[in-house]
């Protein structure tokens, strides 16, 4: 056989293989690495290399075989005890007390006041004094918690009441219509039509159509000139209610009759309690 067309099934040979213990080997490898981790990738990877361009390619198909099974070892015993993940990934440290650096625990994890004040900015923090917590994880990450006082307002904070947020579903994607994040969300293509009509806007235009916790359809399209609306459902829907409360208040006030007068005022007294409880919703 003639070496370029051994190397060429050679390599096919090492991609194919390649591929499968990585599928194996689960989908960590791909995304947060742990030390072990990173040299087995680097390794299986010089070895896929060897089996593409070497005579004896089996031998180091065994030997990646061997650190596939090493990696799902280890990973098994990370799984079953946490002695095992602190001593291969190691424990997270704080690094940040209070305010207060501290400077023995930096130097363990051999990071210094410049690489701190780095990873603090890239969350907004410029003021280490700022911080009650600052961790670093064995991955390598810098989680951190601000002072209470300086974290930023929420709707808790506030005693507002918001909403449960729905994931949003795309409904059209690259101008096809997705029948079944619309079934999810119990819709149907009559609905999605008559709402891009109302937008003015046809579905092969479409690069990404969103529909939101409250049934409202968010579009973007190919065409970046033409400039859709807003949905403006929530704010109808409220002003609606508003107007509906405004109403009733001056049929309460217009009308002599005593109960009718009572029951309209007790009507207006309900709803806009409603309003009340509905406009934070409305308003998200």
């Known amino acids: 056989m003639p070496d370029w067309s051994r190397i060429a099934i050679q390599t096919f040979g090492a991609v194919i293989a390649l591929f499968l213990m990585t599928k194996v080997m689960g989908k960590r490898q791909v995304s947060h690495l742990s030390f072990f981790e990173y040299i087995t990738g680097i390794t299986i990877g010089n070895l896929a290399a060897y089996i593409s361009l070497e005579t004896e390619w089996y031998l180091g198909l065994v030997s990646m075989v061997v650190w596939a099974l090493v990696s799902l070892g280890i990973e098994f015993a990370q ?5 095992a993940r602190d001593l291969i990934d190691g424990k ?61 307002l929420t709707a808790y904070h506030l005693g507002v009441q918001v909403g449960p947020e729905q994931e949003p579903q795309a409904v059209i994607m690259d101008g096809k219509i997705m029948d079944e994040p619309l079934a999810t969300r119990g819709l149907s293509r009559d609905w999605l039509m008559t709402e891009l009509e109302k937008a003015g806007v046809s579905a092969d235009n479409v690069v990404l159509g969103q529909v939101d916790t409250y049934g409202q359809l968010y579009v973007d399209l190919f065409d970046d000139q033409i400039k859709v609306a807003e949905p403006q459902v ?27 007068k009572s029951m309209y005022e007790d009507c207006w007294i309900k709803l806009e309690r409603v309003i009340d409880d509905v406009t934070p919703y409305l308003h998200r």
């Open 79 to 83: 799984l079953k005890s946490k002695k």
């Open 92 to 152: 997270p440290r704080v690094l940040i007390k209070e305010g207060k650096i501290l400077e023995d625990n930096m130097k363990k994890e051999r990071i210094t006041t410049d690489e701190l004040l780095q990873q603090l900015r890239k969350k907004n923090i410029f003021r280490a004094a700022d911080v009650e917590f600052a961790v670093m994880e064995a991955n390598g990450d810098i989680n951190v918690l601000l002072q209470k006082k300086h974290q930023p």
């Open 234 to 260: 929530k704010a109808v829907l409220l002003a609606q209610l508003k107007k509906c409360a405004a109403d009733i208040e001056m049929f309460g006030l217009s009308t002599k009759d005593q109960s009718a």
